[in-house]
């Protein structure tokens, strides 16, 4: 991240939390190979399109392709009207996350899902937060004059 400029920042973490707060179909987890596949293609889908070129490129998991289809509305949402400077800005950073996955994927072979589960301990959900602190004894208060 120490080489993104603001906007892609803000993808980036955009990115981060989306994937915190996704739910796959009851069927079917998401693992690491799916976030992968699914930045991998949606980034080649950018980087075609800020050629000018429209094709969209498909992950070849179905759950790859159900991520790449809930992602790709927000970040389109996220840069309407920006033009291919925003898709320039998007593949960069989705190869930014595909890199990190796999990297992160290698250095513990045995949990499929490493990356979802570091961020899942970064990132934390504000749902969460709350269902947290409700089950906590409440902080006790003093008033004082």
Not at 76 to 91: I, T
Not at 123 to 143: F, Q, S, W, Y
């Amino acid at each position: 991240m120490r080489d993104f400029n603001e906007r892609q920042s803000q993808l980036f973490f955009l990115i981060h939390t989306f994937l915190t707060r996704y739910e796959p179909s009851e069927l079917q987890s998401l693992v690491d190979d799916d976030v992968a596949e699914a930045t991998a293609a949606l980034a080649a889908t950018f980087e075609t399109s800020a050629r000018g070129v429209i094709y969209e490129h498909r992950p070849a998991s179905l759950p790859a392709e159900r991520l790449m289809s809930a992602l790709k509305p927000a970040l389109l949402d996220a840069g309407k009207g920006l033009g291919s400077p925003f898709e320039r800005d998007a593949a960069v950073v989705l190869r930014r996350v595909e890199d990190a996955v796999r990297e992160i994927r290698a250095l513990d072979q045995t949990n499929r899902r490493a990356f979802l589960d570091l961020l899942a301990r970064v990132i934390k959900n504000p749902d969460d937060r709350e269902a947290e602190t409700a089950g906590a004894a409440p902080e006790p208060r003093i008033i004082l004059p």
